[in-house]
């Protein structure tokens, strides 16, 4: 570990690199990895802008998945989240590939997926202020590229059959509905996810299959806490703290 860098563990003893300062990570990518760990694809798994790395170190470790590729723009993150793979023993599972999104097709292979996993960046450009952290900043906005550019890379990349499993802010679920649609890609898994059981919600996370059929199945909302102020939902927890 180098300064400027923390060391924290997730899901009992996943070992994560992350920057002190500018990027870090949220819940919502170990919630993301227990949505997509629902399938399980017979193929490889990509992560679209795996930041710190923290989808595949989940799905590797806790969810026994092999042949994942996780692909980052931003050389430091992407450094780090290479330094984690090792540091967690999973180098024959996961490889960290730095490189663009957008020209992913061209990198990793047209069709060569079974399933693409993406945590993108939720705000659209020029709509209110960005982080004053670069990393952060393109982590959380659409800077260097925009949810339709992340649906257009996952239709190329997955195979006939293959889904893409996103989390989105919630507010945009129709505009990201038609962006899916438009390229093939069903939607065929909705889950809302609730701050508490009072509050409207806050992220969706899709499924979508490309080349399906027409067939949504709406699952039942996931709460983060149950009560203003209450520790985190039991479903969550199981989510990130494994049980004995």
Do not use: W
Not at 94 to 121: I, K, S
Not at 127 to 151: F, H, T, Y
Not at 202 to 210: S, Y
């Amino acid at each position: 570990m180098t300064a400027g860098d923390t060391l924290d563990t997730i899901c009992g003893d996943i070992r994560v690199l992350q920057p002190a300062c500018g990027y870090r990570f949220t819940l919502d990518p170990l919630l993301l990895a227990g949505f997509a760990a629902a399938r399980r694809p017979r193929g490889k798994t990509v992560d679209l802008g795996t930041g710190s790395g923290v989808i595949a170190l989940v799905l590797a470790r806790r969810y026994g998945r092999k042949e994942i590729t996780a692909l980052e723009l931003q050389p430091r993150l992407c450094e780090l989240a290479a330094r984690s793979v090792l540091l967690n023993g999973l180098e024959r599972d996961v490889a960290v590939v730095l490189g663009d999104l957008r020209n992913a097709a061209r990198t990793l292979g047209a069709g060569a997926f079974a399933q693409v996993v993406c945590n993108p960046p939720y705000q659209a450009r020029g709509a209110g202020p960005a982080s004053a952290q670069g990393e952060r900043a393109i982590a959380r906005s659409e800077l260097e590229c925009s949810m339709g550019d992340v649906v257009v890379a996952a239709a190329q990349l997955l195979r006939e059959g293959g889904e893409l499993c996103l989390s989105y802010r919630a507010g945009r679920l129709a505009e990201l509905l038609e962006a899916l649609r438009a390229r093939r890609l069903e939607p065929r898994r909705l889950r809302l996810v609730h701050p508490r059981v009072d509050r409207p919600a806050g992220l969706a996370l899709v499924g979508a299959v490309k080349g399906a059929r027409a067939a949504l199945e709406v699952e039942p909302p996931l709460y983060l806490h149950l009560a203003a102020g209450a520790e985190l939902s039991p479903e969550v927890r199981r989510m990130i703290i494994p049980g004995p």
